[in-house]
């Protein structure tokens, strides 16, 4: 079974203070992995997609890394404006569709 | 970037009645639109595939009667609970697509609905 495990839960980081984010996946033939960012109340926005392993995108004070069994999410240096819920999610076919498996995410806080 | 909008944002009913929720992709044409129910501190979890005019694909669970979800053009969709009750309290996101990769997927800023 297709499956997505983000660790930890939540994470409470000092302005400045560097960290990670993992995602761990078990998919048949990964296809995609997604990283999303969630403020509260809102809907998932997109950061990045990776497709093979070694892959790594970057934006600003994020940068996402791609295994064959997991994902990391770097924060470096991080700002208040970063506390969100961060979701990943891969690309899995089930029962012949394509559809997104959603992680059930980290909840970032940056202390000031 | 691609904007896609949820109305209403926030709605209180009362158990037993109808609630409908509207998606719409404001500057685009969505091929595709997706409907995500999210309770606290969980994960989004798909309810159901819509392509523009043909019938909705429902995951296994979800009642497609409780469930209503029209897809009437390439920009609105719409997702109706039927006969809500409070267990259908949750926070329902919609999602369009305007290609095939999952990276033309944009999210709605959901609706967030309790029914008393």
């Known amino acids: 079974e297709d499956q997505v495990t983000q660790s930890p839960e939540a994470l409470r980081l000092q302005e400045g203070e560097s960290s990670s984010l993992n995602c761990s996946y078990t998919v048949s033939g990964l296809r995609g992995l997604f990283w999303y960012r969630q403020d509260p109340g809102k809907g998932p926005e997109f950061l990045f997609t990776?497709?093979?392993a070694g892959e790594e995108k970057e934006k600003e004070r994020l940068k996402a890394t791609l295994t064959k069994k997991e994902s990391f999410l770097h924060i470096t240096a991080p700002k208040p404006e970063d506390s969100a819920t961060y979701l990943c999610a891969v690309q899995a076919t089930i029962q012949g569709a394509q559809k997104l498996v959603f992680g059930q995410g980290t909840r970032l806080t940056i202390n000031p | 970037g691609a904007v896609v909008s949820q109305h209403p944002s926030r709605v209180i009913c009362k158990s037993g009645t109808s609630v409908k929720i509207e998606c719409r992709s404001l500057?685009?044409?969505?091929?595709?639109m997706f409907w995500y129910r999210q309770f606290p501190k969980q994960s989004l979890m798909l309810m159901a595939t819509s392509n523009e005019g043909s019938k909705a694909t429902y995951e296994q669970g979800v009642e497609k009667d409780k469930f209503l979800i029209n897809h009437a053009s390439l920009t609105l969709s719409t997702l109706t609970v039927t006969s809500a009750h409070p267990e259908d309290s949750s926070f329902y996101i919609c999602?369009?697509?305007?290609?095939?990769?999952?990276?033309?997927?944009?999210f709605g800023p959901g609706t967030r609905l309790t029914v008393l």
């Open positions: 500057d685009f044409q969505a091929t595709t």
């Open positions: 990776l497709y093979s």
């Open positions: 999602s369009a697509r305007y290609g095939r990769a999952w990276d033309t997927q944009y």
